[in-house]
């Protein structure tokens, strides 16, 4: 039950398009289709952006995508904006019926 | 709209038990498996339980086997997870969730438990 792999801190300028990846393996990220992002602001509830891999909730922008590639996942933020400095996670369920978080990635727009 | 309300945390000694509670609003709650996740002060989240819409399945991760258990009153709309020989690495805010296509769909606004002597 490792954390999946996500890159410590991605920066931007309004705007701008960044990618965050997420990293598992064969028996998570690569294994279903239930890879999901979230977005945490300081001191609030984690907020869902991404589910299935690619869907969005209704009310998330259009501005917030995601893709998978075999054992990595991605989240790219198109147009960013000041509002989307905020840390992410992604999530996946494993073989093992259980679900593994990734590490974090802390968005600063410059 | 869905609410999720937690509620039980505080201080508690190391080895000490605590439970915490959550009493969901605006879904049909016997319909959704439900789960616990927590964070750490300062560290990222940590999916800790899952458990079915009939209470018949339930997941922890390794670290809380066999010192939590996850439970659910349809009747009342209510998750709860019982924690017992609380250690200092169980110090995290607790978040009640539902689970909807694969995803930690909505989320409780969490209950701080700290275990400290």
């Known amino acids: 039950q490792s954390a999946l792999t996500q890159p410590a801190s991605v920066s931007g300028s309004p705007g701008q398009s960044i990618t965050i990846s997420c990293t598992g393996t064969?028996?998570?990220?690569?294994?279903?289709?239930?890879v999901s992002w979230y977005q945490q602001h300081p001191g609030k509830a984690p907020k869902l952006m991404i589910y299935?891999?690619?869907d969005r909730p209704s009310g998330v922008s259009d501005r917030f995508s995601g893709s998978k590639s075999d054992n990595t996942a991605s989240l790219t933020i198109s147009g960013l904006q000041t509002e989307d400095e905020a840390d992410y996670y992604c999530?996946?369920?494993?073989?093992?019926?259980?679900?593994?978080f990734g590490s974090g990635t802390k968005v600063t727009v410059l | 709209e869905v609410q999720l309300v937690e509620s039980g945390g505080g201080l508690v000694q190391p080895g000490g038990s605590l439970r915490l509670s959550c009493v969901a609003s605006g879904f049909i709650f016997n319909n959704d498996w439900m789960s616990w996740v927590r964070q750490a002060p300062g560290k990222g989240l940590e999916w800790v339980a899952n458990i079915k819409q009939d209470g018949n399945e339930k997941d922890y991760v390794d670290s809380v086997k066999g010192r939590f258990t996850i439970s659910r009153d349809n009747a009342k709309n209510s998750l709860h997870v019982q924690m017992n020989s609380l250690r200092a690495e169980d110090t995290a805010v607790y978040y009640c969730?539902?689970?909807?296509?694969?995803?930690?769909?909505?989320w409780g606004q969490g209950t701080l438990v700290t275990v400290s002597s």
């Open positions: 299935e891999v690619s």
């Open positions: 999530s996946s369920y494993t073989r093992s019926s259980t679900f593994v």
């Open positions: 064969s028996s998570d990220v690569g294994a279903y289709k239930y």
């Open positions: 969730v539902r689970i909807l296509y694969g995803a930690f769909e909505s």
